[in-house]
């Protein structure tokens, strides 16, 4: 148990910090788990991913993409600036500065300070949004998906131009830093559980519509479940446990579907000494290669993954087989009774006495 609990830190480490951090640029994102952080007035990274963990973005400060916090507060002070969104599950969010798209809370208020300007929508789910005298939003204010206010008049924000060739190289870069980093965990994973991983591959080619078919039904119900669990405000803990099963879930099963599909590659081109490692850099490889194929790619990557989790799901991790093999029948012997022996009357003996025989 503890090795697969460490497992799952692992995996989590690398799926959220280590391998988004090296795919976007040398600044990297702000991870955080449990406790709080700070970005500072001259930090500048790409996302800031909270679990369990409250943030302060200090005056100055600009993310170039996104926030995205579990069961977390968020303080964003003046002169600060987010140019996609930000998104929160179980906490608050204060904004006194800028955010270029959207802003989405799940069991959590909004209050929107007078310096504050808002881009996009405003959504709350389970939640309020305080929106003091001078703060700005360009879209709608929706709670609980309806009850919309009219947009605010303020000048058009000129539009985003989209840079087709800057995303898609951008995209391809993080693919295969993304593959580095599950080669490196699907080494360390090699080591301590090699027959879990087995196990895995072996049910994703042999049943794979069971595992497709799970892997769809654990993408329809953990995040439902997820956010249910933080509406409760009781049941975060459970919601940020759920995600990180779900993450490591995923990690695990993509990394069993290379070695698999390494595995029969190598075979085709007659390869011989097919170590496990082998199979699986070639199949992270390719995978890699698959995904990063424009329009198409996601899609099929999309079905792997699934793919991938129903396996995990069905073998619990590689720790059982698939079908589960009927319980053997007890062959022991019928034991036999044995019947009475009765015992026989002793046989009349010989003697010398001569009258005996008139």
Do not use: Y
Request: aromatic residues 8%; hydrophobic residues 50%.
């Amino acid at each position: 148990m503890k090795r697969v609990l460490g497992i799952l830190i692992g995996i989590l480490v690398f799926a959220f910090a280590a391998t988004p951090a090296m795919a976007q640029s040398p600044r990297g994102d702000r991870f955080c788990m449990g406790g709080s952080t700070i970005v500072g007035a001259e930090e500048n990274p790409d996302n800031v991913l909270l679990f369990g963990c409250g943030a302060r973005i200090q005056k100055g400060a600009q993310v170039d993409r996104d926030v995205v916090s579990f069961g977390g507060d968020v303080v964003l002070e003046e002169s600060t600036r987010v140019q996609r969104d930000v998104v929160i599950f179980g906490g608050d969010l204060k904004v006194g500065g800028t955010i270029d798209r959207d802003i989405t809370v799940f069991g959590g208020r909004v209050t929107l300070d007078s310096t504050a300007v808002v881009k996009g929508n405003v959504l709350t789910f389970g939640g309020g949004v305080d929106k003091k005298e001078g703060a700005t939003v360009s879209g709608q204010v929706m709670r609980n998906g309806s009850g919309t206010m009219p947009r605010v008049g303020v000048a058009p924000v000129p539009p985003v131009r989209w840079n087709w060739f800057g995303d898609l190289f951008w995209g391809f870069v993080q693919g295969f830093f993304t593959m580095v980093g599950l080669a490196a965990l699907g080494a360390l994973i090699l080591v301590f559980m090699p027959n879990h991983l087995k196990q895995v591959s072996t049910v994703a080619e042999q049943s794979a519509l069971p595992s497709l078919g799970v892997g769809c039904l654990t993408w329809l119900v953990a995040p439902p479940l997820m956010i249910l669990f933080i509406v409760t405000c009781l049941g975060i803990p459970l919601s940020a446990i759920l995600g990180i099963l779900l993450v490591a879930a995923s990690a695990f099963g993509w990394i069993a579907i290379a070695i698999l599909l390494g595995d029969r590659l190598l075979n085709a081109l007659k390869v011989k000494n097919i170590v496990p490692i082998l199979s699986m850099v070639v199949g992270l490889v390719v995978l890699w290669l698959i995904s990063a194929v424009p329009f198409l790619g996601w899609l099929i990557g999309l079905l792997i993954a699934t793919l991938a989790v129903g396996a995990v799901v069905l073998t619990r991790f590689g720790t059982r087989p698939f079908p589960i093999p009927p319980a053997p029948t007890s062959t022991s012997p019928v034991p036999v009774t044995p019947s009475p022996v009765v015992p026989s009357e002793p046989a009349p003996q010989a003697t010398d006495d001569p009258s005996a025989s008139i």
